[in-house]
Structure formats: C-alpha cells, structure tokens
C-alpha cells in the first residue's frame, strides 16, 4: 500500500490561505503516481478536491475549487502542493491526499480503489 502524510492544515479567516502539503512514505516517488486531494466535511461525504496526473502533469479541480486551489508537485521534495486562496467556510474539512499504484486523475475525481487512507489535515475556514 502506498503511505502518505498529509500536513499544512489550521484556522484561517474566510478570504486567508493555506497551503497543503502530502509527501510519499520512505522510497515512494510522488512523481511516477497521479496524486489527488480529497476532503471531507462534517456530516457530508467524503468528495474529490483536486488531482494531478502523472503523465504530463494535467490537474483536475471539482467546480467549487476552480480559479482558487491550484495542485503542484515539487520533484526535489518529494511532495505535492495544494494552494488554497480565497478560502470560505464551506472549505472547511479534513484533507486528505491519496492514490494507488493504478490510479489515474479524471474530471470525475474518483477515490483510487486501494487507497490507504491517513489521519488526514483539519482545515478550518472561520472568523
């Protein structure tokens, strides 16, 4: 299975920024993967954010992110970036990062069957 951690999450005013970061387990290379964001509010399902592919580094983003998230990777770090601008409370919720060694990013941003799913980051959009 593949392990990943997620961090960068916290409190911040409706308008603020926050930036996401999930890095690979010991000898997982993030970049032969498709990496995808996930998150999950209180009470609701848990719904696909983001996603970058593999291949050619195309990104993905559901209707409510678009124009203020943007998914990056840094090679060198081993890590994928989630930029959040213009938060609003309805972003509030855990984030997660995951993917399995099949998975490939669509406009669907469908959960990689074999995910093994981490603790997640707590964001909190409120004033």
């Known amino acids: 299975q593949v392990h990943l951690v997620e961090s960068g999450g916290g409190l911040v005013q409706p308008g603020g920024s926050l930036r996401l970061s999930c890095a690979g387990s010991?000898?997982?290379?993030?970049?032969?993967?498709?990496i995808a964001w996930f998150r999950q509010a209180p009470g609701k399902e848990r719904e696909g954010v983001s996603c970058i592919s593999a291949s050619d580094g195309s990104t993905y983003y559901t209707d409510s992110t678009k124009g203020r998230f943007t998914i990056s990777r840094d090679s060198a770090k081993n890590t994928v970036y989630l930029q959040m601008n213009s938060l609003k409370p309805e972003d509030t919720a855990v984030y997660y990062c995951?993917?399995?060694?099949?998975?490939?990013?669509?406009?669907?941003?469908?959960?990689?069957?074999?995910?093994?799913w981490g603790q997640g980051t707590q964001v909190t959009v409120s004033s």
């Open positions: 995951a993917t399995d060694y099949l998975y490939i990013c669509s406009s669907d941003l469908y959960e990689p069957t074999s995910a093994s």
């Open positions: 010991e000898g997982f290379t993030l970049d032969f993967y498709a």
